[in-house]
């Protein structure tokens, strides 16, 4: 069994920082890509950004304000999360790809943790 939990969440004003982690734990042989998704009020779950051992990649709409990175030795991803704006509001949700054996690949998801950016 693996879990993943989540933190860093919470209330912020527009142009404010956060921090979110997602630590993985439990049956874990080897992490592979790492990412976070989020999922704002009445819309559909949008990619964030990934990480993987090629680097890391951002969508649009947030590219030169978030930066992700992972610990290895910790298998945690994290999201900072800079010059925050209202329309960043959302459940932010982290999702790893991961092997629990040398031949078993699976995915998870966090718990997801809110972000509310407002004045």
């Known amino acids: 069994q693996v879990q993943l939990v989540e933190s860093g969440g919470g209330l912020v004003q527009p142009g404010g920082s956060l921090k979110l982690s997602c630590a993985a734990s439990?049956?874990?042989?080897?992490?592979?890509?790492m990412a976070w998704y989020r999922q704002a009020p009445a819309k559909q779950r949008e990619w964030v950004a990934g990480?993987?051992?090629?680097?890391?990649n951002y969508a649009g709409s947030v590219q030169g304000r978030f930066t992700i990175s992972r610990d290895y030795a910790k298998s945690t991803v994290y999201l900072q999360m800079n010059s925050l704006k209202p329309e960043d509001t959302a459940v932010y949700y982290c999702?790893?790809?991961?092997?629990?054996?040398?031949?078993?690949?699976?995915?998870?998801w966090g718990q997801g943790t809110l972000v509310t950016v407002s004045s």
């Open positions: 999702n790893v790809n991961l092997w629990t054996t040398p031949f078993h690949r699976e995915e998870y």
């Open positions: 439990g049956s874990i042989f080897r992490v592979d890509g």
């Open positions: 990480i993987t051992s090629d680097g890391t």
